[in-house]
């Protein structure tokens, strides 16, 4: 299959989630003498940035410089956009051979695996058929004809992915293919923010692609604040604008968003997600943007892309049977915006953002 060059996929632009870290500028520092050490740079096709918070500015610098390096050595791993890394051969050999594998893939697609089965098969890292067919529709802007989608649908099923005790991957037929790209950032995340758990360092917050994770305090006494966008504003076409319509402010947590807003297929002047329900073969239709907060990134990433699926009723249920894991869901219209949230989410510090 080609290969599109990585940096077609920057897309800080199209990030569902705009990550701003209010400075709250008005606000007093309490203890000055924790240093701010931050990083921004390009990772897994798209923005990603390291905050930490330590007393030793050359030791919160180190510990950066190891997320960073993290970050970088799992992308090379799990990335299905270069040839060479461990998932790219998974799919090129499973089928016919069981393919070892890190125990860091493996763990991967261990988690991926578990979602599907709690989500029953709204999430599932199989999809890349699918995924082709809806890019290959774009291209030709023309609907895929629906034997096509049985067709591609026919080679997809978590089910069929197996993994073995002694750390290889195999398929259980042909045509199978794996993408974890719902999954791999917040995964990644939750390994970056690992590297940062080290003596001295009292906070710390990790972004790829607009899923989060932190630990601590932005500063002391002061949570760290995340936007969320407006899925409806204009400005979404913007693909500069940073201008969030809610803040939310965690401490110790993680929180991912899925869209059909920034990140969409156009087909005869209508707009497809790239979210494909897994169970029909067809792009989501049901909510332009969701949130999930949750244990950890892994699982909010993941959750976050199987509540898309599973739109408002089903996905908050699915949220509910997860003790520590909330969601917004913003459906409705640009006049009429509707939020659906689960039971907790009020525990939460969250309020509209009014415009400077
Ligand atoms: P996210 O932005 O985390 O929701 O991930 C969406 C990406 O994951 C898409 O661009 C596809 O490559 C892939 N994907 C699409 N639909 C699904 C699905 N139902 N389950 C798992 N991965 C999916
Ligand atoms: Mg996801």
């Not at 897309?11 to 309490?30: D, E, G, R, S």
């Not at 610098?61 to 461990?86: C, F, G, H, N």
């Not at 199989?126 to 291209?139: F, M, N, S």
């Not at 693909?239 to 968003?257: G, H, R, V």
């Amino acid at each position: 299959m080609k290969k599109r060059h990585p940096l077609i996929y920057i897309l800080p632009l199209f990030i569902t989630l705009i990550v701003i870290l209010f400075t709250l500028k008005n606000q007093p520092v309490k203890d000055a003498r924790l240093a701010l050490s931050t990083l921004r740079f390009a990772a897994l096709g798209t923005c990603a940035q390291i905050q930490v918070r330590c007393q030793n500015p050359t030791a919160g610098q180190q510990a950066v410089t190891a997320a960073r390096d993290k970050i970088a050595e799992l992308e090379t791993l799990l990335s299905t956009y270069r040839d060479d890394s461990e998932l790219s051969r998974v799919n090129r050999e499973a089928a016919a051979t069981p393919v070892p594998v890190s125990p860091v893939t493996i763990h991967l697609i261990e988690q991926a695996l578990a979602y599907s089965e709690r989500t029953r098969g709204a999430f599932d890292i199989t999809v890349p058929p699918l995924v082709e067919i809806w890019k290959t529709a774009a291209r030709n802007d023309r609907l895929p004809d629906p034997c096509s989608i049985a067709a591609a649908l026919s080679r997809t099923g978590f089910q069929a992915v197996k993994l073995q005790p002694e750390g290889t991957v195999s398929f259980a037929r042909s045509g199978i293919q794996l993408n974890v790209n719902a999954i791999a950032k917040g995964y990644i995340v939750d390994a970056a923010l690992e590297e940062l758990r080290r003596p001295g360092i009292q906070a710390a917050l990790v972004e790829i692609g607009g899923e989060i994770g932190c630990f601590g305090e932005n500063k002391p006494g002061i949570p760290w604040t995340i936007g969320i966008q407006d899925p409806f504003s204009p400005d979404n076409n913007d693909q500069t604008s940073q201008q969030p319509l809610w803040s939310l402010e965690l401490k110790d947590c993680a929180i991912a968003t899925s869209g059909n807003y920034r990140r969409y297929l156009t087909i005869d002047g209508k707009k497809y997600s790239h979210i494909i329900d897994p169970r029909t073969g067809y792009p989501v239709k049901n909510a332009p943007s969701v949130t999930v907060i949750a244990a950890n990134t892994t699982e909010a990433d993941a959750l976050a892309t199987a509540v898309s699926v599973l739109g408002v009723a089903a996905g908050i249920a699915l949220i509910e049977s997860f003790p520590q894991a909330e969601v917004l869901l913003v459906t409705g219209s640009a006049n009429h915006p509707e939020l659906h949230t689960s039971s907790g989410w009020h525990n939460y510090r969250f309020q509209e953002v009014k415009p400077q």
